[in-house]
């Protein structure tokens, strides 16, 4: 496809040329972000949507799930695109904060504001709000714990991602008797 651009994409969707044929989440590799004014643990898990149709390409985005997305959805200011709600449905609503499709050069971030990507990316939210209505059921089983252990888990894998420790408590301080 020759200079894709977010709308493209979209009416390629909107009518059935293209399709969203599967999706995968790398529970694995779950991690934590920080939504200003949202003090709950907020986790985000690479995913993968794969177009097929005269759009062959593979969407990376990240879904957002944990007790956090309850007052991320009521924040207009935040830099995140909700799948649709349906009314009669009571499940929590999937959140994207970024996509990209390297393939066509294509690349959102909550922040931008062009019209068709966030549309894009609502749509690419609820399709992950229908694959995985559970996200955070989905975590807990594939790390075999409960929901305070793997936020304390992957909030100590940030620190070492960062290049420094979360005091244990049991550490002798070195150096100064």
């Known amino acids: 496809m020759d200079a894709a651009t977010f709308a493209t994409v979209l009416t390629l969707l909107d009518n059935g040329r293209a399709e969203i044929a599967g999706v995968g989440a790398f529970w694995g590799q779950a991690g934590r972000v920080r939504l200003p004014g949202v003090t709950a643990a907020v986790l985000t898990v690479p995913v993968t949507l794969h177009l097929e149709g005269e759009l062959d390409s593979i969407v990376y985005a990240q879904l957002l799930a944990g007790p956090g997305l309850r007052q991320a959805r009521r924040r ?11 009314a009669r449905e009571r499940r929590a609503r999937a959140g994207v904060n970024s996509f990209a499709i390297p393939d066509l050069a294509l690349y959102w971030q909550g922040g931008t504001r062009e019209k068709e990507a966030a549309q894009l990316a609502v749509e690419f939210a609820s399709v ?7 996200p955070v059921a989905e975590l807990l089983r594939y790390f075999s714990t409960d929901l305070d252990t793997l936020v304390t888990q992957l909030a100590e894998a940030d620190y070492h991602q960062a290049g420094t420790t979360l005091p244990s408590g049991t550490e002798k301080h070195r150096g100064h008797h």
């Open 128 to 134: 992950l709000a229908e694959e995985f209505p559970d």
């Open 76 to 86: 207009a200011d935040l830099a995140v695109a909700w799948s649709r709600g349906r």
